[in-house]
């Protein structure tokens, strides 16, 4: 069974940082590329970053291109999200997926709460 764990998300103040972390388990995650998405209330579930199955090849979307980092552990079966500078506009839940750009499983995990505030 496919199963992705998000934690990491807080609330924290506009140009602060946080680390979101993706636990996955279920299928063979050192063959799939991984993607981070982000949900706001009423809009639809968008990426932001992706990364390749080997690490070597990201990918950002243009709002949080210098900002945030993906990275991925193979040992773990854990995609990180590094965020920084972050801005209120960042504040929604943020899921991990395999795959680039679109989530290749039908299964998301609950995500993991960001919100960037004063």
């Known amino acids: 069974q496919v199963q992705f764990v998000e934690s990491g998300g807080a609330l924290v103040q506009p140009g602060g940082s946080l680390r979101l972390s993706c636990v996955t388990s279920?299928?063979?995650?050192?063959?799939?590329?991984m993607s981070w998405y982000r949900k706001v209330p009423g809009k639809e579930r968008r990426p932001v970053a992706a990364?390749?199955?080997?690490?070597?090849?990201?990918k950002f979307a243009d709002s949080v291109k210098g900002r945030f980092t993906i990275f991925r552990d193979q040992d773990k079966d854990t995609v990180y999200l590094q965020m920084n500078s972050l801005k209120p506009e960042d504040t929604a839940v943020y899921y991990c997926?395999?795959?680039?750009?679109?989530?290749?499983?039908?299964?998301w995990g609950r995500g993991t709460q960001v919100t960037v505030s004063s």
């Open positions: 997926n395999a795959g680039w750009w679109i989530g290749e499983f039908a299964s």
């Open positions: 279920g299928f063979k995650f050192n063959n799939y590329d």
């Open positions: 990364i390749t199955d080997d690490g070597e090849s990201t």
